[in-house]
């Protein structure tokens, strides 16, 4: 079955270092998405691509980004973590189209210390 | 920019009781609109979406939304409540824009505690 896998699952950083969240799927999808939850923000939006060499800012996109170097995968890093970065961070993906859900990650969650 | 309001942060209710969770939205053009939820310790996953057609929408688990376009509302409902909708509920907007693509817009989500 077709599925999206986040790792790590858990992660502990310390404040300054670099980290990598990786995101893959095997829907075969165009769109992929991450997303930072948070209590009191719900879901919000960092980054998301559209396809292949494609990358996009979202709301929160400060201090991450992204890279789409193949249909797969979409890996998420923080280039010096920071203790507000602590948080649950969700990878999705979707068909292309206007009309698609969104299938979600596991999640990963991430504290800096 | 589009955006999404969900008024009722934490709801508790009792089995078999009725649900009823609001969704705004702002934007004044054609929308999509979906209801997400989040049971303890999983991620995401549809309950049901709306994009054209018959506003009434039926999801999985016997849930329901209505869209109305002149309130810009989506509401979630459940006529009778179990302890397993313990979960919590996220109303999502995408506004389509040129070529299909989506930019989806999450409420800050609705707590639903079931109480046995």
């Known amino acids: 079955d077709a599925e999206i896998t986040q790792s790590p699952r858990h992660k502990i950083t310390e404040t300054g270092r670099q980290v990598t969240l990786a995101c893959h799927q095997t829907w075969n999808h165009n769109n992929m998405f991450w997303y930072r939850q948070d209590l009191g923000h719900g879901l919000r939006l960092i980054h998301y691509?559209?396809?292949?060499?494609?990358?996009n800012k979202g709301e929160v996109s400060d201090g991450y980004s992204v890279s789409r170097s193949n249909t797969e995968d979409l890996p998420l890093t923080l280039e010096s973590a920071a203790s507000s970065q602590t948080s649950v961070y969700f990878c999705?993906?979707?068909?292309?189209?206007?009309?698609?859900?969104?299938?979600f990650g596991p999640g990963t969650r991430l504290t800096v210390t | 920019a589009q955006s999404v309001s969900q008024h009722n942060h934490h709801v508790i209710l009792s089995e078999a009781a009725s649900l009823e969770l609001g969704c705004n939205y702002s934007y004044g053009g054609t929308v999509n609109l979906f209801w997400y939820v989040q049971y303890p310790g999983q991620h995401l996953q549809l309950l049901l979406k709306y994009f054209s057609g018959d506003p009434l929408v039926k999801g999985i688990k016997g849930f329901e939304a209505e869209f109305i376009k002149s309130k810009f509302s989506f509401n979630l409902r459940k006529p009778s409540v179990q302890w397993s909708d313990t979960a919590e509920y996220f109303c999502a907007v995408n506004a389509p824009f040129s070529g299909g693509y989506q930019k989806v817009t999450f409420g800050t989500g609705t707590k639903l505690q079931v109480i046995p």
């Open positions: 999705a993906s979707s068909e292309a189209g206007d009309t698609s859900e969104q299938y």
């Open positions: 691509s559209y396809g292949v060499h494609d990358t």
